[in-house]
């Protein structure tokens, strides 16, 4: 520790160091509302779990004084909903690949194409064959 360290930290001064707060009551004060709202958000996740679990809705939220409500979302809800319906979900998927025109995609199930056999006639071109499969396993 430095010597301003232990100049401001000296404990026969009595005083703690409350860093931004005024006085001990006001720590404690900021304390207190902070276990509050610890304990409201605690409540407000044991009820959304809950609800998670029963596939029920979740609750209204209840927000705390000068809190802003959250904005409802409807995503799961609609996703639950095309995920459901067959339809819906071919319709979605065929619209998507229809907007992917620069990729291109394998028709048929993606099976290879395979080159035309080729005839051989001579023992030269066999040979030729085979010293150049020979050559590209190692």
Same mark, same amino acid.
């Given at each position: 520790?430095?010597? %301003?360290?232990?100049? =401001?930290? !000296?404990? /026969? ?6 860093? @931004?707060?005024?006085?001990? !009551?006001?720590? /404690?004060?900021?304390? #207190? ?8 958000? $605690? ?13 029920? /809705?979740?609750? !209204? ?14 995503? %799961?809800?609609?996703? /639950?909903?095309? $995920? ?5 979900? @071919? #319709? ?9 025109? =620069? ?14 056999? #080729?005839?051989?006639? =001579? ?11 020979? #050559?590209?396993?190692?």
């Amino acid at each position: 520790m430095t010597e %301003e360290e232990n100049k =401001t930290q !000296d404990p /026969a001064s009595g005083a703690p160091d409350l860093g @931004k707060f005024k006085s001990v !009551d006001a720590l /404690a004060r900021a304390y #207190r509302e902070l276990e509050a709202e610890f304990t409201r958000r $605690s409540q407000r996740l044991k009820a959304l779990e809950e609800a998670a679990r029963s596939g029920e /809705a979740a609750p !209204d939220p209840q927000p705390a004084q000068g809190a802003l409500p959250a904005p409802p979302s409807d995503d %799961e809800a609609l996703y /639950a909903a095309a $995920s459901q319906n067959e339809e819906v979900r @071919k #319709r979605i998927v065929g619209e998507y690949l229809a907007s992917l025109r =620069t990729v291109p995609l394998m028709a048929g199930g993606g099976a290879p194409v395979r080159a035309p056999a #080729r005839n051989i006639t =001579t023992i030269g071109e066999a040979g030729a064959l085979a010293l150049g499969f020979l #050559r590209h396993q190692t």
